[in-house]
T-cell receptor, first 116, second 112 residues
Framework: DAGVIQSPRHEVTEMGQEVTLRCKPISGHDYLFWYRQTMMRGLELLIY????????DSGMPEDRFSAKMPNASFSTLKIQPSEPRDSAVYFC??????????????FGPGTRLTVL | AQSVTQPDIHITVSEGASLELRCNYSYGATPYLFWYVQSPGQGLQLLLK??????LVQGIKGFEAEFKRSQSSFNLRKPSVHWSDAAEYFCAVYTGRRALTFGSGTRLQVQP
C-alpha cells in the first residue's frame, strides 16, 4: 500500500484565499484524522471521521475550517478565508479498527501551509 | 481531561549512550499509551504502544518503554543511541474512540 497520501505537500497562499487540503487514507481503514502541528500549540486533533461520518470536530478552531469525507478514500480540509495564523503543517492519519487491528494511526507526510 | 506531559523539550546525547525520554499522563482509567517518532519533514511513525499486560513493551528500532501506574509515567528508553535516532519523539494517549492527545514532544539530538 502507498500509505496515507496528502496533497499538496506545500501550499503558499495569500490571506483571504480559500485553501483545500486533500487526503487519501489507506485502503480499508475506517477512521480518518486531521491534525495540525505548530510550534506554539504542538500537535492538535482537528476532526476525525469513522466510516466517513464526522465523530468529533471540537478541535476545529473556527467556522472558517470545514472538513468533509465524501467517501472512504478521500477527505478534504478547507479553510475559507485563510489567515496568517493558519500557517502550520496539517497531517492526515488513518487507522483500521476491525479484526487484526493494531491500533496504529498511520500518518501522511503532511501539508505545509503558509498564509502570507 | 486527559493530558500528556513531556517535560524535556530538547535532549542531546552522544552516539552509543543510553537514552530515556520522559512522559507523564493524566487519565482517569487505564490509559492506552503510545510513542511516535517524527523525522524532519516527515509524518509520525509508531514506535510502540501499551494497552495492558506486561508493563515493559518492546518497539521498533530497539526502543522500549515501561508503564508505571504509580508514577503515571510511560518513559521511552534505548540502551545505545544511533545517529539516525535524531528526531522528535511524541508520547500520546487515547482519549476515546481512538483519538490521540499528544504531548508537546522531545527533540533528540545525537552527538558523534
Amino acid at each position: 500500500d502507498a500509505g496515507v497520501i496528502q496533497s499538496p505537500r506545500h501550499e503558499v497562499t495569500e490571506m483571504g484565499q480559500e485553501v483545500t487540503l486533500r487526503c487519501k487514507p489507506i485502503s480499508g481503514h475506517d477512521y480518518l484524522f486531521w491534525y495540525r502541528q505548530t510550534m506554539m500549540r504542538g500537535l492538535e486533533l482537528l476532526i476525525y471521521f469513522n466510516n466517513n461520518v464526522p465523530i468529533d470536530d471540537s478541535g476545529m478552531p473556527e467556522d472558517r475550517f470545514s472538513a468533509k469525507m465524501p467517501n472512504a478514500s478521500f477527505s478534504t480540509l478547507k479553510i475559507q478565508p485563510s489567515e496568517p495564523r493558519d500557517s502550520a503543517v496539517y497531517f492526515c492519519a488513518s487507522t483500521y479498527t476491525g479484526l487484526r487491528s493494531t491500533d496504529t494511526q498511520y500518518f501522511g507526510p503532511g501539508t505545509r501551509l503558509t498564509v502570507l | 481531561a486527559q493530558s500528556v506531559t513531556q517535560p524535556d523539550i530538547h535532549i542531546t546525547v552522544s552516539e552509543g549512550a543510553s537514552l530515556e525520554l520522559r512522559c507523564n499522563y493524566s487519565y482517569g482509567a487505564t490509559p492506552y499509551l503510545f510513542w511516535y517518532v517524527q523525522s524532519p519533514g516527515q509524518g509520525l511513525q509508531l514506535l510502540l504502544k501499551y494497552f495492558s499486560g506486561d508493563t515493559l513493551v518492546q518497539g521498533i528500532k530497539g526502543f522500549e518503554a515501561e508503564f508505571k501506574r504509580s508514577q503515571s509515567s510511560f518513559n521511552l528508553r534505548k540502551p545505545s543511541v544511533h545517529w539516525s535516532d535524531a528526531a522528535e519523539y511524541f508520547c500520546a494517549v487515547y482519549t476515546g474512540r481512538r483519538a490521540l492527545t499528544f504531548g508537546s514532544g522531545t527533540r533528540l539530538q545525537v552527538q558523534p
